[in-house]
């Protein structure tokens, strides 16, 4: 087998090949006759998976989520910024600003004074299918709270867990990163700039609305969404003070930056003493989940950026929340049972996951990786954590076929991959990961 360092800079360079494959999947035409759909996608779409699976078993992620196409998007920069890439990186954000703008037009109203499609739709998919009621509410802001859209820009029309509110603040993160590191031409820079407006003002409105979590699975308030939103309006709330516009603009900095505060404040709450971590969730009426060790707040720690403070790479109560996660999934999962002690353990997302394998998922594997690096480069005890990260990427390596493939999961029991195959935030995991170790490496 090839030096560590070599697997690194080979896999970097296929992760980068296959993630693009779900930028502007042009070539690829998605059927889903129980939907009577043919969907045609256009540039500026990113699907979560160019695999065009139909649950068969492999689940049909041939969609344009908001947050997965933000975290993807984000790792195109990256690899504009590592040299990677060049004006196809540009084009591909300019492409994904253009096709986000047009999704603000859309409007579920339309479908039910038309509803002809639904005729298309076969007997045993009805189930499945959006209500009147529920499609006349999708219009204006809730559009970008509709969690995912057809890579051919119109609404999905299939029953799924509504409302979302992350995609937008995650969103407005990308966009910024994109307009402080990247040499874009002005048309372009005006667009991503109505953008990143559009989606601080939804963060500002709905960033303490009960929403679904990032796995779209139980309602209430989220320590992920609450997290990158706080960040998003604070960054946000820079960009609109730097850019010496008219008092309007400075106002809603000033508005944006005290709403931010008052969700890190609400941030604080999350912490439980008791249990030795930061809880991922709270649900409406105080109802407890079993779900409340969960990677997300890791993830939210890295999507969020900062380097400083609560809720950052630097706390340590998220390095006590990172340490209850590694001792759940360690003694969970089998593939972790007896592992190289060189290796750090496969992560997966919550206790009792029983969404296919149920087990680990190589973003959750590679996250945990990333926050260990981004730790580094603000810890005196540089060399302890980037140990643990390259033991987590140690781990990752293992479970990679042949080929470099990236899956969604890989067995809990065998290591095998599970779920959707391709999965695009895998492969922008790896790519972020290796940028914030690299990073630290050139710091040092």
């Known amino acids: 087998m090839e030096a560590f360092g070599q697997w690194l800079e080979l896999q970097y360079r296929h992760a980068a090949a296959a993630m693009l494959r779900s930028i502007s999947p042009l070539d690829i035409v998605k059927s889903r006759p129980g939907f009577g759909q043919t969907v045609r996608p256009l540039r500026g779409a990113i699907v979560a998976s160019p695999v065009p699976a139909s649950y068969d078993p492999e689940p049909d992620y041939f969609f344009h989520w908001y947050r997965d196409s933000s975290v993807v998007i984000d790792a195109v920069r990256a690899l504009l910024e590592a040299g990677a890439m060049g004006a196809q990186a540009r084009a591909h954000f300019a492409d994904f600003v253009s096709f986000a703008l047009a999704l603000r037009k859309l409007d579920g109203r339309a479908l039910v004074q038309a509803p002809g499609w639904r005729t298309a739709v076969t007997e045993d998919f009805r189930q499945y299918v959006r209500s009147e009621s529920e499609l006349e509410t999708i219009h204006g802001d809730a559009v970008a709270a509709d969690t995912r859209v057809n890579p051919d820009g119109t609404l999905d029309i299939s029953k799924w867990a509504r409302p979302q509110h992350d995609g937008p603040a995650l969103r407005a993160l990308a966009v910024l990163n994109w307009l402080g590191t990247a040499d874009l031409d002005c048309g372009v820079t005006a667009a991503a700039s109505q953008l990143l407006r559009s989606d601080l003002e939804f963060t500002f409105r709905r960033a303490r609305v009960p929403s679904y979590d990032i796995w779209e699975e139980e309602r209430g308030l989220h320590y992920y969404t609450l997290c990158v939103s706080a960040a998003a309006l604070a960054r946000g709330a820079g960009w609109l003070e730097r850019s010496g516009q008219d008092e ?18 609400r941030l604080d709450g999350f912490w439980s003493e008791e249990q030795g971590f930061y809880r991922s969730r709270s649900l409406p009426g105080g109802e407890r989940s079993t779900k409340e060790l969960d990677i997300a707040v890791v993830l939210a720690a890295i999507h969020a950026g900062g380097a400083a403070g609560a809720h950052t790479v630097a706390d340590p109560r998220m390095h006590a929340t990172l340490a209850r996660l590694e001792s759940l999934f360690d003694a969970a999962y089998p593939i972790n049972h007896n592992r190289p002690a060189h290796t750090s353990p496969a992560m997966g997302r919550y206790a009792g996951d029983v ?72 492969y922008a995991a790896f790519i972020s990961c290796i940028g914030a170790r690299r990073a630290v490496i050139a710091g040092s």
């Open 355 to 426: 969404y296919y394998s149920g087990g680990a998922y190589f973003f959750s594997t590679l996250g945990a990786a990333e926050f260990c690096f981004r730790a580094a480069a603000v810890s005196a005890s540089r060399e302890d954590w980037m140990a643990r990260g390259d033991g987590y990427l140690a781990t990752v390596r293992a479970y990679i076929p042949e080929g470099g493939g990236m899956s969604e999961q890989f067995d809990q029991r065998t290591g095998a991959p599970t779920s959707a195959r391709e999965l695009a935030w895998s």
């Open 248 to 265: 309007q603009a400075q106002a809603q900095a000033q508005a944006y930056r005290a709403e931010s505060m008052q969700i890190r404040h």
